[in-house]
């Protein structure tokens, strides 16, 4: 097993570890998963695992702008503080992410990328920006797998007794991480999510 699929097997491992220590209650009222993806403000990137319910989004409906299902399908009107229950963060726990990292042909230290931020290093920041941004591309590609594999070994279906979806977004909804969601998920299973967004 090289770096990468040791990183994305312990992803795997601790979401479907966590989604089943979800309570009974909890998962009858869970609709959707939230892979939230985030790079470029720090020197690993970072991916943390969460869920909402129906019961929250009922709650937010009303506080949204456009009284419509915005409080379903914005991460900004989610469960916050339930993803930590989760325990999925792939940056916090790093270990297995530095590893990656470090045997990736776009390997840059921390010491480097910090550069990005010295005026002095503008020539190394510029290169040092281009390789985490490939490892930024290549992070997003290995969680589409995992969510890929929570589908296809049956870990979704068994949580919740059905499919659900499971979004993987940054913070801001566009093309390509609605594209991230759309192959991650069975066909159709993100359709309310994906037209949702691509309508506004």
Known sequence: MNEQQAFSDMVFQKTAAALAGL?????????????????????LPSLL????????????????????DEAKWNYAYWLQDEAELLGVDA???????QAWLENT????????????????????????????????QAFVEAQIAVVQRLFAEGVIARTFGKNIPVLVHELEY???????????NPKGLADEFLS?????
């Open 91 to 97: 940056y916090r726990n790093n270990t297995e992410l």
């Open 49 to 68: 695992v969460s869920y909402n319910t129906c019961q929250q989004f009922v709650k937010k409906q009303g506080e949204t702008h456009k009284q419509d």
């Open 105 to 136: 042909p776009f390997a840059y230290t921390k010491e480097q990328y910090e550069t990005l931020f010295d005026n002095d290093g503008e020539d190394k920041g510029e290169d040092i920006d281009d390789k985490s941004n490939e490892f930024y």
């Open 174 to 184: 566009y093309d390509v991480p609605l594209a991230w969601t759309e192959r991650a």
């Open 23 to 43: 309570s009974e209650e909890t998962r009858d009222d869970v609709y959707a998963l939230s892979f939230w993806l985030s790079g470029g403000d720090e020197w």
């Open 196 to 200: 949702y967004w691509r309508n506004q």
